[in-house]
C-alpha cells in the first residue's frame, strides 16, 4: 500500500502558476501509475493529468494540456505538477492517486488517494 500526501495549494492570480507536489510512502512509489485530479464545489471529481510507472507516458485532459505539465521522481518517490497560465476554472481541491495497473484517466481505477490540496485562482 501507499500513502500520499500533497501539499503546494495556495491562492494565485489568473495568469499564475503554481507546483503541487505529492509525497509517496510504502511500497515501492516506481510500482505505480499516478495521477492528478480535481474537484470543485458541486462537481464531480475530474481527471487532469497522469504518468506511467517510468514516467515514458503522460496523459492531459483537454482543459489543461499545454498549461499544467506532470512529472515524476521515483528516486525521491515524488510527484509535481506544474501549473501555468492559471484560470479561474482551475479552481478545485486537487488530489494525486495511486494505481497498479497502470496509467489510467478514471478516478474508479485508482484505489489509493492523498487527502487534497487546495487551488483558488482568483480573477
Known amino acids: 500500500q501507499v500513502q500520499l500526501v500533497e501539499s503546494g495549494g495556495g491562492l494565485v492570480q489568473a495568469g499564475g502558476s503554481l507546483r503541487l507536489s505529492c509525497a509517496a510512502s510504502g511500497r515501492t512509489f516506481s510500482s505505480y501509475a499516478m495521477g492528478w485530479f480535481r474537484q470543485a464545489p458541486g462537481k464531480e471529481r475530474e481527471f487532469v493529468a497522469a504518468?506511467?510507472?517510468?514516467?515514458?507516458?503522460?496523459y492531459y485532459s483537454d482543459s489543461v494540456k499545454g498549461r499544467f505539465t506532470i512529472s515524476r521522481g521515483n528516486a525521491k518517490n515524488t510527484l509535481s505538477l506544474q501549473m501555468n497560465s492559471l484560470k479561474p476554472e482551475d479552481t478545485a481541491v486537487y488530489y494525486c492517486?495511486?494505481?497498479?495497473?497502470?496509467?489510467?484517466?478514471?478516478?474508479?481505477?485508482?484505489?489509493?488517494w492523498g487527502q487534497g490540496t487546495q487551488v483558488t485562482v482568483s480573477s
Open positions: 492517486a495511486a494505481n497498479l495497473a497502470g496509467l489510467a484517466t478514471s478516478p474508479a481505477l485508482y484505489p489509493y
Open positions: 504518468t506511467s510507472r517510468s514516467a515514458g507516458s503522460t
